[in-house]
């Protein structure tokens, strides 16, 4: 049997993961150049938002009165895109160009959980699966906090995960520190960041109970107090107005929008029904029969190594993934992009699933990676086909 390739270099992987960033900027700049519509509702307010805080730097009212520039929601994304807006201009198109550095941070957090689950090889399918779905091609076009949201949580993911698995005491403590900044910027960012690595957290702490390992306790403690001096400023400010902010944003939308109630199966399969349309269909079946046919040893043996036994990497992906899923759906309020942070992470186990395709069907691969980037060039600059149904 022919041996397969060695893994590509760091630098290899390096340039994969920086033409995907490029192709996928250069796409979106693009139809924002081509695009001549006003903002909705919902981005014309974060806009406001960030509009505000632009004020505020060049009149500081002092900083308590900085922190209740915005009461509602926790400023990152508006701070975050300030400079842009001083130095570009004032308008939508210019405080996207924050999304540079959100596909840049969501690239390697995705390629680091996959490499540090898997391999590299894995690592890169996942990144490329994650920033081709459909969903994230449509919302990075919108100033909105989800897109932040999504890359801030993952990042925090991902350095639970180096932490999680670490065997040297030193990375332990580098990675905790590193996840308590990430969990600090996740909050100042969204609150609902929790709600995705609650069962990862707690999961941990359990394990480390269960298992004894007392350092590792007392590495989660000192995370959570790393993060404090991050975001306690705006909470402590804002603390009154989260409990008005709850009712708003969940129990009224529900009803208004004629949301499934919770005792009805519809509330509980609700987003499960909207996956195919989030990742594609595409993206989707091609990677899960890569897995099913790879249980069913239909492949060649793999040659190359994973860093961790599969089934650690799964159970650890699926505590993140049913965990999000669980939480999200226990909602009154359900909404495509409440739950958006949870499909990088569904894109580990896609990529892990593509990576599976290999000995001559290799090429599936590759065909996939071209016929997600040629749908989503449909989807930015439609011809008369429908690409949809992909």
């Known amino acids: 049997m022919k041996a397969e390739k060695k893994d590509w270099s760091p630098w290899a992987n390096g340039l994969f993961?920086?033409?995907?960033?490029?192709?996928i900027n250069v796409g979106d700049r693009l139809w924002l150049y081509l695009d001549q519509g006003?903002?909705?509702?919902?981005?014309?307010?974060?806009?406001?938002?960030s509009l505000n805080y632009l004020a505020a730097f060049f009149q500081f009212p002092g900083w308590q009165e900085f922190w209740q520039v915005s009461n509602k929601y926790p400023p990152l994304t508006y701070i975050l895109a300030v400079p842009f807006q001083i130095f570009l201009g004032k308008g939508s198109d210019q405080a996207l160009f924050i999304n540079l550095i959100f596909t840049g941070l969501?690239?390697?957090?995705?390629?680091?959980?996959?490499?540090?689950?898997?391999?590299?090889?894995?690592?890169?399918?996942?990144?490329?699966?994650?920033?081709?779905m459909p969903r994230f091609v449509s919302y990075r076009l919108h100033f909105i906090t989800d897109i932040a949201l999504t890359t801030v949580t993952v990042v925090s993911f991902a350095c639970l995960t180096h932490w999680y698995f670490a065997e040297k005491r030193s990375a332990q403590w580098g990675w905790m520190v590193a996840f308590g900044c990430s969990l600090g910027l996740a909050l100042m960012t969204k609150q609902t960041c929790l709600f995705f690595l609650f069962f990862p957290?707690?999961?941990?702490?359990?394990?480390?109970l269960w298992q004894k390992k007392w350092e590792k306790v007392l590495q989660l403690f000192i995370g959570g107090l790393v993060s404090i001096p991050i975001w306690w400023s705006w909470y402590s400010i804002n603390f009154i107005y989260l409990f008005g902010t709850l009712e708003a944003s969940n129990a009224i939308p529900a009803s208004a929008e004629g949301d499934p109630p919770l005792n009805t199966l519809k509330a509980w399969i609700y987003y499960?029904?909207?996956?195919?349309?989030?990742?594609?269909?595409?993206?989707?079946i091609v990677p899960l029969v890569g897995y099913i046919l790879h249980r069913l040893k239909r492949f060649p043996t793999r040659k190359t190594t994973y860093r961790l036994p599969e089934k650690d990497s799964l159970i650890w992906l699926g505590v993140y993934f049913i965990g999000s899923y669980f939480l999200f759906s226990a909602l009154y309020n359900k909404d495509s992009r409440y739950i958006m942070p949870y499909l990088p992470i569904v894109g580990v186990f896609l990529g892990y699933g593509l990576s599976q395709w290999r000995g001559r069907w290799v090429a599936v691969r590759w065909?996939?990676?071209?016929?997600a980037i040629i749908l989503n060039m449909g989807r930015l600059f439609p011809l008369p086909i429908v690409s949809d149904i992909f």
């Open 17 to 23: 993961l920086s033409l995907l960033w490029l192709g």
């Open 38 to 49: 006003i903002p909705a509702w919902d981005e014309a307010n974060h806009l406001t938002g």
């Open 106 to 132: 969501l690239l390697w957090s995705v390629f680091s959980i996959g490499k540090r689950l898997f391999n590299a090889e894995v690592g890169r399918w996942a990144a490329a699966i994650a920033i081709l």
């Open 201 to 208: 957290i707690l999961w941990s702490a359990i394990a480390s």
């Open 272 to 284: 499960w029904q909207d996956l195919p349309q989030a990742v594609s269909w595409l993206l989707l």
């Open 367 to 371: 065909l996939v990676l071209l016929g």
